[in-house]
């Protein structure tokens, strides 16, 4: 961010910019009206006052799937992409109960600060002053200001006495782009090597990150919200209560990982059990099924199948109305006799490519349906699903 933006955002926090923002209204703003309100805005108000509550007011509408309090929250774009989410955040905070001082390393906006925050003191530390500021300025639209001290530097070198715990999230953007993939400011070694300074430490990182990097003894935690894997989280022995955990937001379910029996690949029953990511993501495909009572479809995918109907928030459910081998000429008569006008098609370690697949499809019909293409004791394999309905 440059510096001028910064200025003109923290101007916003005075008086004479949250008037400002008292004359944007709460809904999205047309083309037209922006236009007509900018006009009448920079007539009263700094342009570049103006253009910073523009877009706050857009970053406010992006962010409220994360947070509930997201139209009173104060926003940079770069530390809304790298925030957690409100329900993530909650998540992580309950495991550091015990701890009275909890130290957040890389603060950004605030996303864990805040509900760290909401049951012991934190030591928020950021080098960024404009994201500091925003930090505590988001902590006093929840309540919890009082309990923050903000420290404004590199956290390699933030004061650590008295902290019984320390939250880190390494910056993973620069300038607004997506690091290399591995790569975070401070590096993950640096986090990793925290512990032994505080013995208890959870770090937060990329979903991607290379499982034979966490360290013996520590937990590696797979987030993802929605059906969408969003992050790791890597937990130092005294926080660990796992080797491997997937873990499924909004319903905040957990999976860990625990020995047992190999679990047999069969043809497909009634149902159909697609993994949520960060079942996949962890490892924990056998884990799912042993708790289904399921089988795998094929040895190296991760699909399952039972024969009664499953309840579970680890994994999409689908009844099976037919099976067969990969074939389009086969598929595509299966699906016009049963008159499929619109399909979802989901691929599941198969290598066809699906927009081909629905221009050659030619389908006509009112009903829907799901195709799953996959592999079935290796053979290249089509089911075609429906959702199950909800009584």
């Not at 690091?179 to 991607?208: H, Q, Y």
């Not at 130092?236 to 690949?265: K, N, Y």
Request: proline content about 8%.
């Amino acid at each position: 961010m440059a510096p001028a933006e910064g200025a003109a955002l923290c101007a916003l926090l005075e008086p004479s910019g949250r008037e400002l923002l008292e004359r944007l209204p709460d809904g999205p703003l047309e083309a037209a009206r922006a236009l007509a309100l900018g006009a009448e805005l920079r007539a009263a108000y700094p342009a570049e006052l103006v253009a910073a509550a523009f877009t706050l007011h857009e970053l406010r509408r992006h962010a409220a799937g994360k947070f509930a309090l997201a139209g009173r929250m104060w926003f940079t774009r770069e530390g809304l992409e790298q925030a957690s989410s409100q329900r993530a955040a909650a998540h992580r905070a309950a495991r550091f109960g015990p701890f009275e001082v909890v130290a957040d390393l890389c603060t950004g906006i605030g996303g864990d600060l805040l509900a760290l925050a909401a049951g012991r003191a934190v030591v928020a530390v950021d080098r960024d002053p404009v994201h500091l500021r925003l930090a505590l300025a988001n902590a006093e639209v929840h309540g919890v200001a009082g309990r923050v001290r903000p420290v404004g530097g590199d956290v390699r070198e933030a004061p650590l006495e008295g902290v019984g715990a320390v939250f880190v999230d390494p910056a993973r953007r620069a300038r607004g782009r997506r690091l290399p993939a591995g790569v975070s400011e401070p590096p993950l070694d640096w986090c990793l090597e925290l512990a032994r300074r505080v013995a208890a430490v959870a770090v937060k990182a990329a979903p991607g990150l290379p499982l034979g990097r966490v360290p013996a003894g520590w937990e590696v935690e797979l987030v993802s919200e929605g059906r969408e894997l969003k992050e790791a989280v890597l937990w130092s022995p005294p926080l660990a209560t796992a080797g491997r955990r997937a873990t499924v937001l909004p319903a905040g379910r957990t999976l860990v990982a625990a020995p047992g029996p190999p679990v047999r690949c069969g043809p497909p029953d009634a149902w159909l059990v697609d993994p949520d990511p960060a079942v996949t993501r962890a490892g924990l495909v056998e884990e799912l099924a042993r708790a289904l009572g399921a089988w795998k479809l094929d040895q190296r995918g991760a699909l399952l199948s039972c024969a009664d109907r499953p309840e579970t928030p680890f994994g999409r459910t689908l009844r099976v109305e037919a099976s067969l081998p990969w074939q389009l000429k086969r598929l595509r008569a299966l699906l016009r006799a049963r008159g499929v006008g619109a399909v979802d098609v989901r691929k599941r370690g198969s290598a066809v490519d699906v927009e081909e697949l629905r221009r050659r499809l030619r389908l006509r019909g009112d009903a829907r349906a799901t195709v799953v293409l996959t592999r079935l004791a290796g053979r290249p394999w089509a089911l075609v699903c429906s959702d199950p309905v909800r009584v």
